[in-house]
């Protein structure tokens, strides 16, 4: 066939040609055959290609916190494609990217009032990290080069996030990463914090080991510690009472950076505006995404201390103080997109509301004791987890099968391992709320 015809051939496809996309972290023979397609989406709901509604408690990738369509984003979205469809990003700039700056500096607690724009999660991380060495090198500490993860923790995909992120099949398959990476235990055991309500009150001494891994490297060397202050894709592990604070003071007196990856935890879940401010410690770098536009355009920032910012803002005034930087930074559609989900966030006071909505949430979490292979159940804020006894000799295949259940009966959730979790939109109702556990448990009953 010329290439012509098959150009052709391809442009008029059948929509279940499913060959052609390869799928992020998907089993793509298993959708492929059994394809979960969806068309539509408004408020609470999706709508599948088979015109079924499927209530949404993942806030579709953790990213939708004001729900679906909402008109404010959507016009926003409309109005700036008309209007200014791109701007350069290096060495000129546009009104709405430092509008969106200043609104995310003046949401952020501190003096974490420098904004930097990225396009996902990954590359906030990944520009966290690489700020995070470029400082302390520009004070004259350029020996301070390692960088310090923790175990179960999840920080992206690029080289820099699998470096400093504790997922094996994560890491596993990537060569050899980056060189002077660290990690810190991870805090889950389910034998000392089971179905502990919210954060639990074992485990804040494993900050200490921290001080273990400063011994071993000399603080010298070390430029950051990156952790999430809940972490979400290795199964909804909240910090134990009192870690965060640890990790803070010993950063202080090591002269180490702090950076928090709050791509899941910015923008509301917790019932308020950032974890940092839930939990009331501060660190010198934050990393958002997701809940930053609604996921409606891809944008994600990091928020720096300023003092960051400003031991760049030397030497000649005509010289570029930081060689970083991405074609969509601060791009107009998604600064739009921002702007107008920041108003939604506001007027609608969603942040309040999860804040209000928690107590309820925490009961029906935990009213699924007892049900069949539960082990654990964890909330906080409007997140929750339901962790499953894994299936001998075959892990995920309990918490896959009830994800498919959940779906057939009209239910969005999401699974880590054989972990269930639970991330929705912020405008869930009570009876919404209702909705998704009682699904859940005749799912729970169903699965083998
Ligand atoms: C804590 C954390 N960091 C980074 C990322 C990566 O974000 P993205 O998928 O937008 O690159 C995620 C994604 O879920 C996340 O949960």
């Known amino acids: 066939m010329s290439s012509a015809l098959k150009s052709a051939e391809q442009s008029i496809a059948p929509a279940n040609n499913l060959d052609a996309f390869w799928m992020p ?4 023979r298993q959708f492929k055959s059994r394809p979960r397609l969806l068309v539509g989406a408004k408020d609470m709901h999706y709508r599948n290609a088979e ?3 499927i209530l949404d408690a993942t806030a579709g990738l953790w990213c939708v916190n004001a729900g679906h369509s909402r008109p404010k984003i959507v016009e926003a979205v409309q109005k700036q494609i008309a209007e200014l469809d791109y701007a350069p990003a290096f060495q000129m700039g546009h009104p709405k990217a430092f509008e969106l700056a200043a609104r995310v500096a003046a949401m952020m607690p501190g003096n974490l009032d420098r904004i930097f724009f990225t396009n996902s999660g990954s590359e906030s991380v ?7 060495i470029a400082y302390h090198r520009a004070r004259g500490e350029g020996t301070r080069t390692r960088l310090i993860g923790r175990e179960r923790g999840y920080h992206g995909v690029g080289f820099g996030g699998i470096s400093v992120g504790g997922i094996v099949k994560n890491r596993m398959f990537f060569g050899s990463l980056l060189n002077g990476v660290d990690h810190l235990p991870h805090t889950h055991d389910r034998e000392k914090q089971a179905y502990s309500r919210g954060c639990p009150e074992w485990g804040a001494h494993l900050a200490d080991e921290l001080e273990r891994i400063v011994t071993l490297h ?3 060397t070390i430029a950051a510690v990156i952790v ?8 909804v ?9 640890k990790l803070r003071a010993i950063c202080d007196k090591h002269g180490i950076l702090l950076i928090f990856d709050e791509v899941i935890t910015g923008f509301g879940r917790l019932g308020a505006p950032t974890a940092t401010e839930y939990f009331g410690v501060t660190p010198d770098i934050v990393t958002m995404a ?3 536009t609604n996921g409606v355009i891809p944008m994600g920032c990091v928020a720096f201390d300023s003092k960051i910012y400003d031991a760049f803002m030397d030497g000649p005034e005509n010289v570029i103080e930081l060689f970083h930087g991405y074609t969509y930074s601060g791009h107009p559609m998604a600064a739009a997109a921002g702007l107008a989900t920041l108003d939604t966030y506001k007027e609608e006071g969603l942040f309040e509301r999860a804040a209000e ?3 309820y949430w925490e009961e029906a979490v935990h009213a699924l004791k007892g049900e069949p292979h539960v082990i654990d159940l964890r909330n906080l804020g409007l997140i929750g987890a339901i962790e499953l006894e894994s299936i001998p000799g075959k892990p995920t295949a309990r918490a896959f099968d009830a994800f498919l259940k959940a779906y057939e009966k009209g239910l969005l959730i999401r699974t880590t391992g054989d972990i269930i979790a639970l991330s929705p939109p912020l405008i869930i109702s009570k009876a919404q709320i209702d909705q998704v556990f009682e699904t859940l448990r005749g799912v729970l009953r169903a699965v083998d």
């Open 25 to 28: 972290f998907t089993a793509n």
């Open 51 to 53: 015109g079924d509604e």
């Open 126 to 132: 990944d520009t966290a990290l690489k700020v995070a």
């Open 218 to 220: 000399d603080a010298s």
């Open 228 to 235: 999430e202050p809940v972490a979400g894709s290795t199964g």
């Open 237 to 245: 592990l909240m910090p134990p009472k009192g870690y965060l604070e």
């Open 290 to 292: 997701k809940g930053l």
């Open 357 to 359: 909505l928690a107590p």
